[in-house]
């Protein structure tokens, strides 16, 4: 990736070389939340650790691999968010940063919106606004597929403010949706030129050997572990330095 030779250059060269930039788009997970907390009888939020998220650890990878490289970092995920909204605020969060490579990842709260085909044709389309004005910019792009939703509701899991929303996720996850989602969003990818970094192939990976992937959750529902952002981060760095 040109990307990467930016970076080799920057690290052999810090005052011929610019600085490189990597952005990253996306809902809660890229966000950097983990576990639910009550607000209120019948609210939550959620525990935000930005520093623990994939889009950090990739940085640390980086910088670990090129010390001498300055990379600017930008999150822009937000939770609760979806490929439709964030396709509205590309130009504000993004653009405007120049990023040499943008990692985008969307699926989860847009396979919630339902199994209709203009459900998913919406998602796909979303996908393919922001592939292309990235694209256009001079971003090279990664779409990054989430991990797997929880197959059951935990016990762990008591109040009724939470039980909803993780049945409501296990009937989305027996369906199969989320995937369905995906395989439409990674021929969109490929189309339009943007590299696909297939993590929820790893997790259904897992899922195959035994693993129970949904003690993997740390709100039980869909935001994974802080241990398991490294397997993100890994595997994009995997697919930075794809030939």
Request: glycine letters at 6%; proline letters at 4%; a negative charge.
């Amino acid at each position: 990736m040109k990307f990467l030779q930016k970076l080799s250059r920057k690290n052999a060269d810090l005052y011929g070389s610019e600085a490189v930039t990597i952005a990253f788009l996306g809902d809660s997970v890229t966000h950097g939340c983990f576990e639910l907390r009550l607000v209120s009888d019948t609210a939550f939020d959620t525990v935000y650790e930005r520093e623990n998220a994939y889009s950090a650890r990739l940085v640390r990878m980086l910088s670990k691999l090129f010390p001498r490289a300055q990379i600017n970092l930008v999150n822009a995920g937000i939770s609760g968010d979806n490929a439709p909204n964030g396709a509205k605020r590309l130009a504000r969060d993004i653009l405007p940063h120049h990023p040499d490579l943008t990692v985008v990842c969307y699926g989860l709260n847009d396979c919630m919106a339902g199994p209709e085909k203009e459900k998913r044709a919406a998602y796909v389309s979303a996908l393919r606004e922001i592939f292309t004005k990235l694209k256009e910019s001079g971003s090279e792009v990664i779409f990054m597929t989430p991990n797997m939703m929880c197959e059951y509701v935990d016990p762990n899991i008591l109040h009724a403010a939470l039980r909803a929303p993780a049945e409501s996720v296990v009937a989305v996850t027996k369906e199969g949706r989320l995937e369905a989602y995906l395989e439409d969003a990674k021929g969109a990818a490929i189309e339009c030129g943007a590299k696909v970094c297939d993590c929820f192939a790893r997790w259904k990976n897992l899922r195959a050997a035994g693993v129970d992937t949904t003690a993997l959750l740390s709100n039980h529902i869909n935001h994974p572990t802080r241990e398991m952002h490294d397997l993100f981060a890994i595997s994009l760095l995997e697919t930075i330095f794809e030939e």
